[in-house]
């Protein structure tokens, strides 16, 4: 690896001399304005693998393997990190120098990464114009449909998959009837409607999101189904005096009966007391996807048993990267599929639904408001998809054609989304 310092009045002068000292294959890992116009750092055969390996097999830290690098160079300018301790210094002068060069070593290293890191974001965002721009010339109706299915709020990966298979139809309205139909398709529903199935059936999700609400939703749907003895509450949120206050007063406004689980053996007592009931349902603790309690609770109700049969409940409001999080958070409780919440305060719908259809979460129930029971839907994939379409109406107007560019150019330049 060679690394040199360029100065010069301008950058077009700099980039001249890096081409003329060390040829087309140099790369500018920094640049900046100094007391004679411009430096330029720049380097040929840069491996950071190799010096990261060759780091490891000699027992020192990266940032030292740099340094030795950096100031072996035949022919490098660069001045060495600090200076070297004398011979005859006592040992504490040389404890003292060695961090100076260690952070200075470090500090140029991280420097070098971070110029490496904007490059690449550079070469990347070109890339993906091009692609962006090849699309819209060779198959402008798979643009328009990735255009409309974008209003949706959907994943840039999922618009993309469905619009590149309805771009087939011979018309734009043909297309667009088959790129909603294809949505619904791929929507997971759950096969049989968990208050109809009966047994014990927990609720799961982050803090805020409405499982409490869903309780009671699904407690009175129940109770008018099969009469106010065929369903029981029970929960484990002894976190919050709040949330068993809440829940208390839904028990005894339904007449039904409520158990306080504080623990694995009170859990299965609680249900073991409960299995007379068609339907008992356990509400857990609401708590951050990154809450260190989170395992706890998880462990809790597994000690429930086979039995528990787990829903995870997601708010439409969540954006696609936390809706993420939380599915990735509370895969260890296996939910059998998911509810979905404030349907109502959403500004789209396409997050929630790009996740469940990558995770393959079956859809139970939607609800789309506070009032119990009325505001409770079994889930349906078409209604669903309608509702997206009645959402993203509401934003109006055309998408920005840049906006489209930076989040679908990254999927057709073949990057991670």
């Known amino acids: 690896m060679r690394i040199k310092r360029f100065a010069a009045p301008d950058i077009r002068t700099a980039i001249r001399l890096v081409r003329e000292t060390l040829g087309p ?14 430096e330029i750092v720049a380097a040929v055969d840069y491996d950071e693998a190799a010096l990261l390996a060759a780091a490891d097999e000699a027992g020192a830290a990266p940032e030292a393997a740099a340094l030795a690098a950096e100031t072996a160079t035949p022919g490098a300018d660069l001045p060495p ?8 210094a006592p040992a504490t002068e040389a404890a003292a ?3 100076a060069a260690g952070e200075t070593a470090a500090a140029g290293l991280e420097e070098v990464q971070r110029e490496l890191h904007r490059l690449r974001g550079l070469v990347e965002g070109q890339l993906a ?30 618009a993309r998959r469905i619009a590149a298979e309805a771009a087939a139809q011979e018309d734009a309205e043909r297309a667009w009837r088959a790129a909603l139909g294809l949505l619904a398709h791929a929507l997971p529903m759950a096969a049989a409607e968990p208050v109809a199935e009966g047994g014990v059936v927990a609720l799961v999700g982050a ?5 409490t609400t869903m309780v009671a939703k699904l407690a009175a749907r129940c109770a008018l189904r099969h009469g106010r003895r065929s369903v029981a509450l029970v929960t484990t949120d002894s976190y919050r005096i709040g949330a068993q206050e809440q829940l208390r007063t839904f028990a005894r406004i339904l007449d039904v009966p409520l158990r306080v689980a504080e623990d694995a053996e009170s859990l299965r007592e609680a249900i073991a007391a409960l299995s007379d009931r068609h339907l008992v349902l356990v ?3 609401g708590m951050s996807q990154r809450d260190v309690r989170l395992s706890e609770q998880l462990a ?13 409940v997601l708010s439409a409001t969540t954006q696609r990267q936390g809706l993420e999080e939380v599915v990735r958070a509370f895969r260890g409780a296996a939910p059998a599929g998911c509810m979905v919440t404030k349907v109502d305060e959403a500004g789209r719908l396409g997050d929630v639904l790009s996740v469940v259809i990558e995770h393959r979460l079956p859809v139970a129930y939607v609800g789309n408001g506070q009032r119990v029971p009325e505001d409770l839907q079994l889930a349906r994939a078409h209604n669903l998809v309608s509702l997206a379409m009645a959402m993203g109406q509401r ?16 999927v057709l330049a073949g990057g991670a989304c």
């Not at 990190?81 to 005859?88: E, H, L």
């Open 25 to 38: 294959d140099a790369v500018i890992l920094s640049n900046r304005r100094g007391p004679e116009g411009v």
């Open 81 to 88: 990190a600090g200076p070297a301790p004398r011979r005859d």
């Open 97 to 99: 120098a060695r961090p």
């Open 129 to 158: 114009r091009l692609a962006w721009g090849e699309l819209k010339r060779t198959r402008p109706q798979e643009v328009a449909l990735l255009g409309r299915l974008t209003e949706l709020g959907l994943a840039p990966r999922l």
């Open 207 to 211: 803090t805020g999101v409405g499982k």
């Open 283 to 285: 509400d857990t603790a």
């Open 300 to 312: 809790l109700l597994a000690a429930g048993g086979a039995a528990v049969r787990s829903y995870l």
């Open 395 to 410: 934003h109006g107007g055309e998408v920005d054609e840049e906006v489209l560019a930076a989040g679908l150019g990254p």
